[in-house]
Each structure stands twice: as C-alpha cells, then as structure tokens.
C-alpha cells in the first residue's frame, strides 16, 4: 500500500505529460483537409495494376538493403509501417534500428540516475518511459513539420512554374522534372521522386497520389486530385493550377493571420503549464530536503497527483480554444 501514491503521482505525471504533448502538438488542419478530401479521392483513385509488381520489387531490394537492427526494430516496435512513414516524412535518413536505440537510451538512462539518487523506481520507470516515448516521438514531428512548412511555403511558386512551363507547350510530365530540378528544397524533392517513379514505370496519378498519402497535406492532395480531374474530364490545365496556386497563397496568408491573432493565448497556456515545474525544479535545487517531501508523504503525493492532473486538463482545454481548423 506504501507505493500506491507513488504509483498515483507517477501515473498522474505520465498522464499530465501525454495530455500537453498530444494539446500542443500543432493544429489539426491536415486532419480537417484530408477529411474535406476524402469522397474525392475516392472517386478519382486509379488501379495500377502494372505498378504492383514494379512496387513489390522495390519493397524486395529495401528489405535486403535493412539492417538486422531494423529487423529487429520492425518485430518490437508497434506498428512499424507508421513508423517508418514518419521517419521519411522527416526529409533525413533515419532508420528503425536508429529510433529504437534513441527511445531504449533515453529509457534506461533517467530511470537509472534517478533510482540512483534514491528515488523511488516507479518514478524513474515512469520519467524512463516519458523520455524514451515522448521525446523522439516529439522530435520526429518537429521535423516532419518543419519540412512540410518548407513545402506548403514554396509549393504556391512550384505550381506557378508548373504553369508557366504548360503554357510554354511542355506535356505535364516533362514539367513536372523540370520543376523538380529547377526548385530547391522540399518541393523539389518531391518533384523528383514523382518524376523518378514514372521513370520506372509508373503512371502520373499514381506517383502524386503516392507522395500525397506520404507527405499528408490538404494542399498537395488539392493538387493532385486537379490533375486526376482534368486528365479524366479535360479543360485548361494551366488556368485550373493558376487558380489553384492563388488559392493556396490565400490561404496561407489567412493561416498567418489566424496565427499572428492566437500568438498570445498559446503563449500564455505555455507559461502557465510551464510555471508550476519551473518553480518546482527551482525550490527543489535550493532545499531538496523540503521538496522530498513530495514523494514521501502520501497526502503530497494524492494531492501533487491531482493537481498535475488537473494542470493537464486545463492545457489541454486551453490549446483547443486557440486551435483553429482553416
């Protein structure tokens, strides 16, 4: 029964911590576009039977190019297929066997240090597991936004160019490696590998819907569902993505805008589910003889317990209400 409060104060840490990090996480707008686009994308999905078998040999070559570190990797980690789909997302090259060998280190290491200054293991599991769970998982989307910020940025002048180069008289395939030459970054990239999938083989519907479901974002998706229109019912493709890029830009300039007015009611949410720890971690270096007291009296304990808990709530409610879907 003497470990029940730890147990408490640890459980209501973890649920504190996971309450914050899925709260401020960033906003659900791709959520909202992807639902926006779904019935859509749905009528306009095309079969590549031809590419199946193209698919399943390049799935052989990258299996005998894994290490066995990603082997193993890919039997203990969940759901691994997700997993490696944000590691790509990120622009770097990251690895399984990598991600799970951050994740044990940053595990076993706190737990470790903590349970050597005497506190409890259940505290040490449980800081353990927060850090190894939550911070790669939390570096990974820092990198997978930062990227696809990049790309969203850019994305308006890779269509205009797009545009430019239809007009000229190029067929769409040829403009697509022209921009994907032409255009640094992200955007560039991409265009590259959707050039290099047609090269081998592959039809142009196919390669956007591909790195559409791989990249996520309602403006790519946009893009490709008007290529996959047009292709079936014809028109002036280069007035359609004209459109499209002023349609874009508009609506970055109102993401700015819902940005720039919601700046202060995020900033004072972090400062107000920041304090609390930042007092506690400084009171705790001047008398940690008093701060103990935290994890030995099991009235601290219950009642620290539920005030993270209800900290975590409060966040939490706090970043809806500035979370807007566009």
């Known amino acids: ?46 079969s590549a039977v031809g590419a199946n078998a193209m698919e399943a040999q390049m799935r052989r070559v990258a299996a005998a190019r894994a290490t066995r570190m990603d082997v193993t990797a890919a039997r203990f980690l969940p759901n691994p297929a997700l997993l490696q789909k944000r590691l790509s997302m990120t622009g770097k090259p990251w690895t399984l066997g990598q991600y799970m060998m951050v994740s044990a280190g940053l595990t076993l290491v706190p737990a470790v240090l903590i349970m050597l200054q005497g506190l409890p293991i259940l505290l040490g599991l449980g800081v353990g597991l927060v850090l190894g769970v939550g911070l790669p998982h939390f570096v990974v989307g820092f990198f997978i936004k930062r990227r696809v910020a990049r790309f969203t940025a850019k994305f308006p002048d890779a269509i205009e160019l797009l545009v430019r180069g239809l007009r000229s008289g190029l067929p769409i395939t040829e403009t697509i490696g022209v921009v994907g030459q032409e255009v640094d970054g992200p955007v560039g990239e991409e265009f590259r590998a959707v050039s290099d999938k047609m090269k081998i083989g592959k039809s142009l519907d196919t390669a956007l819907q591909e790195t559409a479901d791989r990249l996520g974002t309602p403006e790519f998706q946009f893009f490709t569902i008007t290529i996959q229109i047009q292709r079936e019912t014809g028109g002036n493709l280069a007035e359609t993505l004209a459109n499209l890029a002023d349609v874009l830009r508009k609506r970055a300039q109102m993401k700015l805008k819902i940005k720039a007015m919601s700046s202060e009611s995020k900033a004072s949410a972090l400062i107000v589910g920041a304090l609390p720890f930042i007092v506690f971690a400084l009171v705790w270096f001047i008398n940690n003889n008093y701060m103990a007291n935290f994890f030995a009296d099991q009235r601290l304990m219950i009642a620290g317990g539920g005030g993270l808990l209800w900290m975590g709530i409060g966040a939490f409610i706090m970043a809806k209400m500035v979370n807007f879907e566009i």
């Open 1 to 46: 029964m003497d470990m029940l409060p730890v147990l408490m104060l640890a459980g209501g840490t973890f649920v504190v911590l996971a309450l914050m990090v899925l709260a401020f996480s960033g906003p659900s707008a791709e959520r909202a576009g992807a639902r926006r686009v779904k019935s859509m994308r749905e009528r306009h999905v095309v």
